[in-house]
């Protein structure tokens, strides 16, 4: 954030000095206004003095035209300069509204990220608070419970989209958060984990928030800084990943699970005024966006076989990437942590691969600049396959922090490189829609994944869960491979 505050200054110090220079310039233009003006009452009383020869008359008129003349090519090479300034200046604040934006949402992404990251890691330690106490039981029902904002998510999300693109992106953006505030604001009252589970499934239904913020910015940033925006937005989601977890689990360790909510609540209102406050929908006057419905969006995503890998992909590894969420404190109670800092340590794990997740989001974005997408994915899928099964031949919960490090250095990877790919392959009128597709599939993987999580800890064991997760990021490599053999030939 400090490097995208100082380019806004300087951004905001360029916009100065143009205006200021505007204001010689024109300055300027006035003194040769007014020599135009001296000159041509000079010709008047030339041509009315009686006393002048001929010859006399037309020394004058040359010396006269000649200042004249100079005076215009004054004017004209100072109009130019000025209209060169004008559209850079045109230029300098439209740089400087999106990245407003682009840092506005950034702030407001992440408070919501910690806000929901806070409390997912501990959805099974309020499970038990709630009185399922059998260890199978307690298992299957953290699964649906983290799974329950998916239930519906998968579905409005698109629709959210199509409607954020009808009537404005920022609108779907405030209603989103003030629906995960209600929504969060009503579990902190849960009586029952059925009561809990509606409450995630009304977060699910009312959701939209990251599509609706990567359609904005798809839209409004240039061509040329796509790649960086929605790499930088989506360090948010992995910084929200860093503080979510380390935060929640000490307010859970210090006041208890319940009162948790309450708190993460009142972050996303906060993020809801930092929307409101702070971003402007540019208004694009093009129009062409509200014809295309999510059914237009998914028979164009299958007709376009690399939009359709790309989903796929997305939805595979964010399988993968959440598999093992829902067991985590389980898993770590297994391997020897201690009961009066188990929800800290849990947040610890899933905080550390934030950390690092947050900071190599940004090399990877620079690595992919001048490399393929297929590229990257082939050196972080392997890395992340073998972290992740690593996981279950542990015999202790130290042990399981390097390879945490490793989840974290290449998890910021896999999703930012490909919505990045997405958006290069992607139509410009389109993106908002397709980004709409892609955080369905996101979404589709958070349902997916804490379901086969429960199926597989109940009928395998818990340690089995990371093992079919790591299998999972092998799956998309051989597709992967294959497509940039294919580029590597075309070369």
């Given amino acids: 954030m400090a490097k995208a505050s100082n380019t806004s200054d300087s951004i905001i110090a360029n916009a100065a000095a143009l205006d200021e220079r505007a204001e010689e310039r024109k300055a300027h233009l006035n003194q040769i206004f007014r020599r135009e003006f001296d000159t041509i009452e000079q010709y008047h009383k030339t041509l009315d003095r009686p006393d002048l020869s001929f010859d006399e008359l037309l020394k004058e008129y040359k010396t006269l035209g000649k200042r004249y003349e100079s005076l215009l090519r004054q004017a004209t090479k100072l109009l130019r300069t000025g209209d060169a300034a004008q559209r850079k200046l045109i230029g300098v604040q439209e740089e400087l509204e999106w990245r407003q934006n682009l840092n506005a949402l950034w702030i407001a992404q992440f408070l919501a990220m910690v806000a929901t990251n806070a409390c997912n890691p501990m959805l099974p330690l309020y499970v038990r608070d709630l009185g399922i106490t059998d260890a199978a039981q307690a298992q299957f029902w953290s699964g649906l419970v983290y799974a329950g904002p998916f239930f519906l998510s998968i579905f409005t999300v698109p629709l959210w989209g199509t409607l954020g693109d009808k009537h404005g992106r920022k609108t779907v953006i405030v209603r ?24 995630r499934i009304l977060q699910g239904a009312v959701s939209g928030f990251i599509a609706a913020s990567l359609g904005l910015v798809a839209s409004s940033t240039p061509e040329k800084s796509s790649g960086y925006a929605m790499g930088f937005l989506q360090s948010s989601v992995s910084a929200g990943m860093v503080i979510g977890p380390l935060l929640g689990g000490l307010i859970a360790d210090a006041i208890g699970v319940r009162k948790l909510f309450f708190i993460v609540s009142a972050l996303c209102f906060i993020s809801a005024i ?14 062409s966006e509200e014809s295309f419905t999510v059914w237009d969006n998914l028979r164009f995503s299958a007709a376009m076989p690399a939009v359709r890998s790309l989903l796929v992909y997305v939805l595979v590894v964010q399988t993968a990437t959440m598999f093992t969420m829902p067991i985590m404190a389980y898993f770590l109670e297994t391997l020897s942590t201690p009961p009066a800092i188990l929800a800290t340590i849990t947040g610890v794990m899933v905080g550390l691969v934030g950390i690092l997740t947050t900071g190599f989001t940004v090399l990877w974005g620079r690595w992919n600049n001048k490399r393929p997408f297929e590229q990257t994915l082939l050196i972080a899928l392997p890395a992340l396959a073998i972290a992740t099964i690593a996981h279950a031949f542990m ?25 990045a790919a997405l958006t290069k392959a992607t139509p410009a009128e389109r993106r908002g829609g397709i980004m709409g597709l892609a955080s369905s599939s ?16 109940v009928h395998l064991g818990m340690n089995w869960c990371f093992i079919v997760s790591g299998i999972f990021f092998v799956v998309p490599m051989p597709f992967i491979a294959l497509s940039y053999l294919r580029q590597r030939r075309t070369i």
């Avoid at 989103?176 to 409450?199: C, D, R």
């Fill in 395 to 419: 015999p202790h919960y130290q042990y399981v922090f390097p390879w945490r490090v490793v989840l974290g250095i290449f998890s910021g990877a896999t999703i930012p490189t490909l919505y």
């Fill in 442 to 457: 996101v979404l589709l993987g958070n349902l997916l994944s804490p379901v086969l999580c429960s199926w597989t800890a």
């Fill in 176 to 199: 989103a958060i003030i629906g995960l505030t209600i929504s969060l604001f009503l579990m902190s009252f849960a009586p029952s984990v059925e009561w809990l589970l509606a409450a």
């Fill in 274 to 287: 930092v929307v409101i406050a702070l971003v402007n929908e540019p208004n694009s006057g093009d129009e």
